[in-house]
Structure formats: C-alpha cells, structure tokens
C-alpha cells in the first residue's frame, strides 16, 4: 500500500488553517497516524487512528478521513507549528507518506 | 514516563557491520502490549522503517534490508538492538527506535522514540 501525501511544501502564516493530504493506494479503512517533526528532533505522534489526538498535543491540531483519504488540519498555525508532518499507515513495507514541510511564509 | 535512548558508534566503515542498541527506561520490553522498531532518516529525506521487535522474540524486517539486518531484545538489560551488515554510503543516516502500539483492530503507530543517533558510514 502506497501513501501519497501533499503538498511537499506549503508556506503559511501564523493564525492560518493548513491542511496536509495523505491518500492511500487501497482502503486503509481508518488507520492512519500523523507525527510531526522539528529540525534535529525525533518524530512526534500527533494522531493515530485517523482522528484520534495524542495525549498532550494541542486541540487545534485534528485527523480526520477513513478508507483511502485523510486529512491532517492545523488551525490557527502558531510558531511551534512550523515542521515537517508525516502521515504513516498499517502497512509496514513501506509505511510512512514523504513528508510535508509547513513553512513560514 | 518511557524513555528511549539509542546508543552506537557514529562512524561505519564501508562493509562492515553497524550495530546500535536501545536501552528502554521506566517500560518493559517484554510487554505484549507493545512491539519495538528501528526506523532511520538519511540526511535531508523521509523515514524508512527498518523493522519491528515483538515480545515473542519474533520480527518482521523491511524486504529491502533483509538480508543483512537482525534486530534481537536483551530482557536482562532492558533493550532491543540493531545490526546491519555490509553497509554503504546508503546506510548513513539518524537511527531511530521507537515503541510501537497496536490499534484496537488493526493498524499501529509509534508513540514513544528516541532522540535518535546519527551513522555516517564512511572510510
């Protein structure tokens, strides 16, 4: 199972709403986890199970999609915010999407 | 809370054999609740699963790393390890391990990594 995820980059500004895609190559019904990383940090989880918020991570920070698409949403970007989020699937081989870099425009 | 802390030599020559451990704190490795991975980033790109650890000793290895990768636990230590023989410039890259959750029906992710540990393989 194949994950696409886009855009690979995207430029915003503090206080936007962004929203990153991940689809699927087959129906994934809803398992599907987002992290996000930081330059020179580990990967965080933020989502899993499509829309299900890690303890700990902001509420303006939502999942949501089942089957082959899904959403990753962002309100109100705040500075902390800017990195790169992967998306990752039940699939091991492989299971993560490429990456999308939220940038400062 | 359940830390992960990677440790290895930072340099690999070409051909020889990369070994890296992760030593788990304040957790058990021999939980079944959970599974233990290897994941790595080369420099500048995307996460490649390496492979997974579970409580049974078993594994499930990315196809592409295979034939030269084994990923052991030592209960009496409280870590899981990494050996990758024959390594290229191809296998430099930040290894990260992490603890693994399975969903409630299927699927899984990776709540808990380490700070991750830089290999250059290089001679």
């Known amino acids: 199972i194949q994950l696409t995820q886009s855009p690979s980059f995207l430029s915003a500004s503090v206080g936007d709403r962004v929203t990153i895609t991940c689809r699927a190559s087959?129906?994934?019904?809803?398992?599907l986890a987002w992290y996000q990383q930081k330059p020179g940090k580990a990967p965080q989880l933020l989502i899993f199970?499509?829309?299900t918020l890690q303890s700990g991570v902001p509420s303006r920070f939502s999942g949501s999609g089942s089957g082959t698409e899904f959403t990753l949403t962002i309100s109100n970007l705040q500075p902390e915010d800017f990195a790169t989020y992967f998306c990752?699937?039940?699939?091991?081989?492989?299971?993560f999407g490429g990456g999308t870099k939220v940038e400062l425009k | 809370q359940l830390q992960l802390q990677e440790s290895g030599p930072g340099l690999v020559k070409p051909s020889e054999t990369l070994s890296l451990s992760c030593s788990v704190s304040d957790g058990s490795i021999s939980s079944s609740t959970y599974f233990w991975a290897w994941i790595r980033q080369p420099p500048g790109k995307g996460l490649e699963w390496i492979g997974n650890?579970?409580?049974?000793?078993?594994?499930h290895y990315n196809s592409s790393l295979r034939s030269r990768l084994t990923i052991a636990a030592d209960t009496s230590k409280n870590l899981f390890s990494l050996r990758l023989n024959s390594v290229t410039a191809a296998d430099t890259a930040i290894y990260y391990c992490?603890?693994?959750?399975?969903?409630?029906?299927?699927?899984?992710?990776?709540?808990?990594w380490g700070q991750g540990t830089r290999v250059t393989v290089s001679s």
């Open positions: 087959l129906d994934i019904k809803n398992y």
């Open positions: 992490a603890r693994g959750v399975f969903g409630v029906v299927m699927g899984y992710h990776f709540d808990f």
């Open positions: 650890l579970y409580y049974s000793g078993s594994t």
């Open positions: 199970a499509a829309s």
């Open positions: 990752q699937q039940l699939s091991s081989n492989p299971p």
